[in-house]
């Protein structure tokens, strides 16, 4: 069974940083991409960031400068470095892995918290 765990949420003071982990495990399928989306109170799920192959980086308009994705293949996993917080930052990330096997299937994990508050 395929299990995808967010960490390194938490909160955090205007201007600071957080770095969020993405791990994968149960799988022996290549990981195609791995992306962050993120969820406040009272608002749909938004993308944030996403690595694909080649190293090719997106990432959403209000986070650009900010956020940096990034991955190990050899572990499987994925990062969010955040820094200069925002309290508009303040929701639940949730990491999308794409497993590839010739087709494609994503799977999310739960999500972690981050809040950014003085």
């Known amino acids: 069974q395929v299990n995808i765990v967010e960490s390194g949420g938490g909160l955090v003071q205007p201007g600071g940083s957080l770095r969020l982990s993405c791990s994968t495990s149960?799988?022996?399928?290549?990981?195609?991409?791995m992306a962050w989306y993120r969820q406040a109170p009272g608002t749909e799920r938004e993308f944030v960031a996403a690595?694909?192959?080649?190293?090719?980086?997106q990432y959403a308009d209000s986070v650009k400068g900010r956020f940096t994705v990034s991955r190990d293949n050899a572990k499987n996993s994925g990062y969010l470095q955040m820094n200069d917080l925002k309290p508009e930052d303040t929701a639940a990330y949730y990491c999308?892995?794409?497993?590839?096997?010739?087709?494609?299937?994503?799977?999310w994990g739960q999500g972690t918290q981050v809040t950014v508050a003085s």
């Open positions: 999308k892995v794409t497993l590839t096997w010739g087709r494609q299937r994503a799977y």
């Open positions: 149960g799988t022996t399928f290549d990981v195609y991409s």
């Open positions: 690595i694909l192959p080649g190293a090719n980086r």
